[in-house]
């Protein structure tokens, strides 16, 4: 099991920055588990995954709050992200799609609701707010060390 990497993301731009490099890292079948509380940048680090995902930086990314998934195809496969703050149990995942869902790649907020259909592979992404207005610290964790190393900007020592 690979280490945990803290990271400091000092702004909003190094959110997005870090989204784009999970963006070109992600494949069809990774799931990508945002974990925080209300207002952690969950929901704007998935928009700035899925606009760097799709190569356009006015993509349109309303939150799936309401509709609990959102879907897009982009060029390299289908993405999917959920929002299951508002999901009654686990047991609403095969009504929502999650196995076909899976085939792509998954953001999913609040993915503790997930229960047992949690993927064990997944990228962890723990947010919490910092001490300036738009700063977080990120705990990244799950993906291999040379996956995570480079999600991180970092490299793996041989």
């Known amino acids: 099991m690979t280490a945990p990497i803290t990271l400091s993301l000092p702004d909003e731009a190094a959110t997005v920055a870090l989204a784009a490099r999970a963006a070109r890292l992600a494949r069809p079948g990774d799931a990508i588990l945002l974990e925080g509380p209300l207002g952690a940048g969950k ?42 703050y508002r999901l009654e149990g686990p047991d609403a995942l095969p009504e929502l799609g999650w196995e076909e869902m899976r085939e792509g790649i998954v953001l999913v907020e609040w993915p503790e609701r997930l229960g047992p259909w949690a993927p064990g592979d997944a990228l962890r992404l723990s947010l919490a707010p910092a001490e300036e207005p738009d700063a977080r610290t990120a705990t990244l964790s799950g993906w291999d060390s040379p996956r995570l190393a480079a999600l991180a900007g970092t490299s793996v020592a041989a």
Do not use: C, E, I
């Not at 356009?56 to 289908?78: E, H, I, K, M, N």
């Open 43 to 84: 929901s704007a680090f998935a928009r700035a995954f899925l606009r760097a995902a799709a190569g356009d930086p006015a993509l349109d990314v309303p939150s799936p709050t309401f509709t609990l998934v959102q879907s897009y195809d982009l060029p390299g496969g289908a993405a999917h992200h959920m929002d299951l």
